[in-house]
């Protein structure tokens, strides 16, 4: 009977072992999509009317170093260029047609071609707006370009717009536990938005309510 039950116990341990293996393969698959789908650097991005790029000149005399941004129609206007068309061509493409119309006006041109893709944060942080990224940034890039977050910011609600999708952002791995896989990278257009925690409305709520007291206080003391 000893002998049973070891047995059974071995066969009832395998099969454990293969289901915890392919949980942990599950969910290195998932986290491998997840950074597949939301990450991209800039060269593997397209500008958008509202990006644009910053010419950096070393070895021209002629004033070509500045920001130029892609208009509505997609096109975008360069010094001594003239219009270029930027529709559905990836950066690092266009990237190359700059330099290379460039080398044909200039002997050996110095020049740097960087993306200025555009995104934006809004609520609880200290300077809301919108930014422009290289395509490199990640979210706590973004984060602290806007001042940081304020004391009213909840971590466990931040959550990303993309593509008019919305994916939630597990903000307090990525600050408090430093975990890397929670902190993608982001893309042109994208829109981060940052929520009050309970507390912060709660006060406010509060407050309105302290603000209506008063007021019924001073229509009754009229009214009497």
């Known amino acids: 009977m000893k002998n049973a039950k070891k047995y059974r116990v071995s066969n009832l341990a395998k099969p454990y072992s293969k289901q915890n293996k392919s949980v942990k ?8 999509a997840f950074i597949l789908v939301f990450t991209a650097n800039s060269f593997a991005q397209i ?24 208009m509505e129609d997609g096109t975008i206007r360069l010094p001594y260029l003239g219009i270029l068309d930027a529709k559905e061509t990836f950066f690092n493409v266009l990237k190359e047609k700059i330099i290379a119309k460039y080398d044909s006006i200039y002997k050996n041109p110095e020049l740097s071609v960087q993306p200025l893709f555009r995104v934006s944060i809004i609520g609880e942080v200290n300077k809301p707006g919108v930014y422009y990224v290289t395509g490199f940034e990640k979210i706590s890039d973004v ?3 806007a001042g940081g977050k304020t004391s009213s910011a909840d971590l466990d609600e ?7 999708k919305k994916v939630e952002v597990d903000a307090e ?8 896989l929670a902190d993608f990278d982001v893309r042109s257009g994208d829109k981060i938005f940052v929520p009050r925690n309970f507390w912060a409305k709660s006060n406010d709520a509060s407050i309105l309510v302290s603000a209506l007291a008063v007021i019924a206080a001073i229509i009754g003391i009229f009214v009497n």
């Open 158 to 164: 931040i959550y990303l717009v993309r593509d008019g």
């Open 47 to 70: 500008l958008k009317p509202g990006d644009g790029i910053r010419l950096t000149v070393y070895n021209i005399e002629d004033k070509v170093s500045g920001d130029y941004f892609v």
């Open 173 to 180: 791995q990525i600050f408090e536990e430093g975990n890397v």
């Open 25 to 32: 393969m599950k969910n290195l698959l998932i986290a491998i």
């Open 143 to 145: 984060l602290a370009l």
